[in-house]
């Protein structure tokens, strides 16, 4: 990508902007300005030329030759499109990035396990001495890691529908598609478009490089070979089974006693395994990784277990899928925690595992009412307000043995500023209301 004399707009102020305009300069470009449309927005590098809050007219007047996406903005508003109107193609900070960026690159995506698992390979990658660092969705913007004078060896890339969107030449050497479900749909009109966005992952890989895909996952016209994985089946390259990954019907390495024991991790631990193997490391360095790895927190972590009852803090489940993958894997009675955001999907498709594993639901936030409705025919089912509120209303219900799982199934955005926030609110809930 020749940039030298360019005009560049990059739309969005965060991290992954600024980032890119810092790239786009330092490869050549004449003029490089950073646009958002929030009047309240604020770059933190002064050294930019930015315009908050910025109209369509503004964009119009700016003729810019290449337009620079962040991921959260979508390209076909009219916003985004007025940069456009003097034939300016639209390119992600992924694509941009991917341009410059001189190391191997690993993606990862899937509706949910794309953070675990990028987590997970770079400390499996640097563990066994190489220079690694999870970037994209999570971690680095990809432009940061093409700025630095000495590159990593490896990008270990967590890869989002909305950074598929903008790319062009992107060809990862190994892609990991852990699974799909419906989510988004408060940006996508279809299944199929949110579908077929993830899909471009694999868009331009040849037929010499690896496509790692979850059995059953059912992607058409897929180029690169393909090695599969599941929890649930054994067709696969790797299999999971009585807490070990087994290839065929020999046992690898037993899972038990690690933070990756339950089936959803271990689903993202095979999946890491197979890219670790593709890049040239040996099986016992990638089970060394598994074997010592502590997953980003607020993923079924545990808060406490006092009197038998076991308290897990599931807030990056932000979609039913996730929600379902961590219901699949409990063994004990599930007091299930959901709720936040309504994002348009239905949650009917859970109902029979609910019916068969909670002995109660309890929700909140501004899907409460709907939940509530869903859930009541199947499970006792007590609608609150807030996360506080069903934290006691959990203390009240649960008996020894239970597990109390706080798997919201959904966006915060209701009420918190994102999953983080709504996880740390949990936790001190569980603590407060458990005198630790």
């Known amino acids: 990508m020749n940039l030298t004399g360019k005009k560049i707009a990059v739309l969005g102020c965060g991290r992954s902007g600024v980032a890119a305009a810092r790239l786009a300069l330092a490869k050549g470009a004449a003029e490089v300005c950073i646009f958002d449309s929030n009047p309240q927005a604020t770059c933190n590098d002064s050294s930019l030329n930015f315009v908050p809050g910025a109209d369509e007219q503004q964009a119009r007047d700016f003729a810019a030759d290449i337009v620079i996406l962040s991921p959260g903005i979508e390209a076909d508003i009219p916003w985004t499109l ?38 997970l390979l770079e400390h499996i990658l640097q563990q066994a001495g190489h220079s690694a660092v ?18 990593p060896e490896f990008a270990v890339l967590e890869v989002s529908s909305f950074q598929m969107e903008t790319i062009h030449d992107f060809r990862p050497e190994v892609a990991i598609w852990l699974n799909f479900a419906p989510d988004h749909m408060d940006r996508y009109t279809k299944v199929e478009d949110y579908f077929n966005a993830k899909l471009r992952v694999f868009e331009n890989m040849s037929a010499d490089q690896l496509a790692i895909v979850r059995v059953g996952e059912n992607l058409p016209g897929l180029t690169p070979r393909i090695a599969e994985f599941s929890s649930v089946s054994d067709s696969g390259q790797l299999s999971y089974k009585n807490g070990s990954i087994m290839e065929g019907s020999r046992a690898l390495t037993s899972l038990r006693g690690t933070t990756l024991e339950q089936a959803h991790n271990a689903e993202n631990a095979m999946a890491a395994t197979l890219a670790c193997r593709a890049v040239g490391l040996r099986d016992d360095e990638i089970f060394a990784g598994l074997h010592s790895f502590c997953p980003p927190g607020h993923r079924c972590e545990t808060v406490a277990e006092i009197d038998g009852v076991l308290w897990l803090n599931d807030s990056k489940s932000t979609n039913l899928h996730s929600t379902e993958a961590a219901v ?28 068969e594993k909670a002995r109660c639901c309890i929700v909140f936030g501004q899907i409460a009412e709907q939940l509530c409705e869903t859930f009541s025919p199947v499970c006792k089912t007590i609608k609150v307000t807030t996360v506080e509120e069903a934290v006691t209303a959990a203390l009240g219900e649960a008996e020894r043995g239970d597990v109390v799982l706080f798997s919201p199934g959904t966006s915060s955005f209701d009420q918190f500023t994102g999953y983080v926030q709504r996880g740390e609110c949990f936790r001190r809930a569980v603590r407060q209301a458990l005198n630790l």
């Open 82 to 119: 007025a940069f456009t109107c003097a034939g300016a193609p639209i390119v992600g900070e992924i694509e941009l990035g991917y341009h410059f960026y001189k190391g191997r690159t690993i993606a990862i995506t899937g509706t949910n396990g794309k953070t675990t698992t990028t987590a």
């Open 134 to 151: 999870a970037c994209g969705n999570y971690g680095y913007p990809l432009c940061e890691l093409a700025l630095q004078p000495e590159q």
């Open 328 to 355: 699949r894997s409990q063994t004990r009675p599930i007091i299930l925690l959901a709720g936040g955001k309504d994002k348009g999907l239905d949650y009917t498709a859970i109902n029979p595992m609910l019916a």
